[in-house]
């Protein structure tokens, strides 16, 4: 099993959102913040779960998700913000993400089908195959007939 796929896919989902509860400001998206402390190695050199969150972080960067002025040494990315790219993928909505005859009002009905609700939802259950699922749908250009909510 590639375990490292699955931290990938939390680390992606938990950066974006950070930045998306900020938005449109830049801020400093620590390492430490996404996944905890992780103590660093004999070496002083950060731990190979604290290099694949950066990673991930920068990966991101590189797809066109995100966009930073600088790293803070290993620990962060400083004055990071979504580009439009990131925006619109975490802001349209999700297929069938609320159930029929759901009665909500019609703007709680749009934020709640977000993807970026529904990640924070699977995030916070700890559901690790819905987050997976959630989070490789942020990386498909189309969805299946859904329009963006903005």
Not at 129 to 138: D, V
Request: charged letters at 25%; proline letters at 5%; aromatic letters at 8%.
């Amino acid at each position: 099993m590639d375990l490292q796929i699955d931290d990938f896919y939390k680390d992606a989902a938990a950066g974006l959102l950070m930045l998306y509860q900020a938005f449109p400001r830049k801020i400093a998206l620590y390492v430490e913040d996404l996944i905890g402390r992780e103590e660093p190695d004999e070496f002083g050199l950060p731990s190979k779960r604290h290099q694949s969150c950066l990673g991930a972080l920068l990966w991101l960067a590189e797809e066109g998700y995100l966009r930073f002025d600088s790293t803070i040494q290993y620990d962060a990315l400083d004055q990071a913000v979504l580009t439009e790219k990131g925006f619109l993928r975490l802001s349209r909505a999700v297929p069938h993400a609320l159930p029929d005859g759901t009665t909500l009002p019609p703007s709680v009905r749009r934020v709640h089908a977000t993807l970026a609700y529904q990640l924070r939802e699977a995030l916070a259950a700890r559901h690790s195959e819905r987050l997976a699922r959630l989070t490789r749908l942020l990386f498909e250009s189309h969805l299946h007939g859904a329009n963006d909510t903005v």
